[in-house]
């Protein structure tokens, strides 16, 4: 008993823990067209149905999928998105969501099912709006067992793997010596590195990278 403890404890000790600085986020320039003006965007359709947002078979859909990789692109031809991805594409004025029996669900609506239908909603989707105002593509990690998996800017999932694994925790948190080392295990397993996301009570996320280290 006493050298499982001892072998915990070491696992721990082997690890460092760094405030990490993240490239501030992307500002998009405004694209010029013809007339001077730039073209808006169309608002894509798409309907709310269980943990998925299915959206309608269209180009402006598919563009999600093929130039930022939200979500999963169906033999259908439409995209399905994610709790988090749908509620981003909705802040973004680039989506319309919609109940199963046609109804817009605005805003605070679908906030509001999204929170019944994935505990700690809200934390994970600050971390997941930061990384992508960064410029970041970030996906789910389940099979990791982290919360997401975060590929370098530039990189598409595909092309290349992901560099962090991350953990969004609010600032009121609290961790065990025993999540913590389970953390740190699951990154060194997969080869990422670990990144535990910090959410304080207005959004905002601050980073910290864990490293192994070797005495």
Known sequence: MAKKKASKEAAVAETSVEELKLDEPKLEE???EENGEK???KLVRA?????KVITESSDDAREFYNQSRFGNL???????LSLLEALYLMEKGRLQIESESGKVLAFEMY???ARKAEPNFWIRYCV??????RGYIIKTALKFGADFRVYDRGVKPGEDHARWIVYPVHEGETLTWYEFAAKNRVAHSTKKRLLIGIVDDEGDVTYYEIKWMRP
Do not use: T, Y
């Open 111 to 113: 906030l509001k099912k």
């Open 47 to 51: 309907i709310l149905g269980g943990e």
């Open 39 to 41: 073209k808006p965007k």
């Open 30 to 32: 405004p694209k010029a």
């Open 74 to 80: 169906s033999g259908s031809g439409k995209v399905e």
């Open 128 to 133: 997941f709006r930061d990384m992508r105002n």
